[in-house]
């Protein structure tokens, strides 16, 4: 079956610091790939998505490369902010299907 | 900017009841989908609904659930019957639905719900 692995939370870093969150995942075909993001109070948020392998998604300093090697979709930020604390979430989607397949989200938190 | 709206976002029922949950997607979106979330556990896929049916519908969405579209601006999930375990965070989401092929309508994005939270007692 299809799976998303992601490191487990809360990940709290100092503002400013370089932000790493892993995401791996299983699939039966040929998934395209997405980060969500929800702020408190507010629904999933699509951050960035790629759909094919070395595809890079990018969105608000945030960045994740479609590695089919490795199958992975790791998320970065070079600087991050208070703003930015979250729960971010992983997910696929195969060819075909209407669901998406989400990790279980981590919990980000950002300290001034 | 449209955003997808769900009624009520905290929702405490006794088991063996019934409960709506009621979600207004973007106005224009054609296709619908309902997620749920056990606390601690993952964002599970539930059902999708478009051209006013079930397209697409996982192992959890079982006859204790139904989904409807009653007017042309909330869509809907109804649990019978609740169970301890259908506590969760239910999610709704809508997607544009007008691609030009059924791939193309299968790759756009979903835009989520703030969610309802669900207590069974």
């Known amino acids: 079956g299809n799976s998303v692995t992601q490191m487990e939370g809360p990940v709290t870093l100092s503002e400013e610091a370089f932000l790493t969150i892993n995401c791996t995942y299983t699939?039966?075909?040929?998934?395209?790939l997405f980060w969500y993001v929800q702020y408190p109070g507010e629904g999933l948020q699509l951050l960035l998505k790629a759909t094919k392998a070395d595809d890079k998604g990018s969105n608000k300093g945030f960045e994740a490369t479609y590695r089919k090697e490795t199958t992975s979709f790791h998320l970065e930020k070079g600087s991050v902010q208070v703003s930015d604390s979250a729960v971010y979430f992983c997910a696929l989607r195969i060819g075909g299907a209407d669901g998406l397949t989400f990790g279980k989200g981590t919990h980000l938190i950002i300290q001034p | 900017e449209p955003e997808v709206t769900q009624t009520p976002s905290h929702q405490v029922t006794q088991m063996g009841q019934e409960v709506i949950l009621r979600c207004v997607p973007i106005s224009n979106h054609l296709y619908f989908y309902w997620y749920r979330q056990i606390l601690g556990q993952k964002v599970e896929f539930l059902v999708s609904?478009?051209?006013?049916?079930?397209?697409?519908k996982s192992e959890i969405f079982d006859d204790q659930f139904s989904v409807e579209r009653p007017d042309g601006s909330n869509f809907t999930l109804k649990i019978r019957s609740t169970k301890l375990e259908d506590s969760a965070m239910y999610f709704c989401?809508?997607?544009?639905?007008?691609?030009?092929?059924?791939?193309?309508?299968?790759?756009?994005?979903?835009?989520f719900g703030p969610g309802t939270r669900l207590l069974v007692l």
């Open positions: 609904f478009y051209n006013n049916e079930i397209s697409e």
């Open positions: 989401a809508s997607s544009d639905g007008r691609g030009p092929t059924t791939v193309t309508v299968k790759q756009e994005t979903q835009y």
């Open positions: 699939a039966t075909g040929y998934p395209s």
